[in-house]
């Protein structure tokens, strides 16, 4: 079987450690990118920024729920948190590459779809690239509402 890796990035205007700020936060900032209607919940088990946390979450893709429970951990500190889900292992990744002297930063999130045939694969891969898109449209507005670089609308407008 062919491996799938679903991938979207975007370059958003704020250092590299305000965003990775947001994403590390669990408890209260991250869900806040997270879109509806595709997450359904997000729960911190153990933790709640960073390295070690457990969260659960659930999702509902192509008319089914599922749940999912991970650890995070962070590869690279301050640029790389990855979430490993505890059953099957398939991790999704957050990437932040600063640049422009770190007045920008380029985010990927990107997740390996492991044991899947071609079509449910490929159906698979489109559907999280839409979802991780309109996730870091939710983070730079995020961002850009943190740093008054709009106003403050509510991000539930997205």
Known sequence: ?????????????????????????????????????????????????????IVNFKMRVLGRTQS????????VPGRTLLETDLDSGIATRFDLSPLEKDAHTKVTISTEL???GAVEGLIAK????????????RLAFLVDSQTGRVDHISIRML
Do not use: C, W
């Open 1 to 53: 079987m062919k491996l799938q890796i679903a991938t979207a990035s975007k370059h958003i205007h704020a250092p590299a450690e305000v965003i990775y700020e947001i994403l590390a936060d669990y408890r209260t900032k991250h869900p806040l990118i997270l879109p509806k209607p595709y997450f359904l919940s997000l729960d911190v088990e153990e933790g709640g920024v960073g390295e070690g946390t």
């Open 68 to 75: 999912f429970r991970s650890i995070i951990t962070e590869p």
């Open 114 to 116: 492991r044991n899947r």
């Open 126 to 137: 489109l559907l999280l690239q839409k979802i991780y898109r309109q996730e870091l449209e």
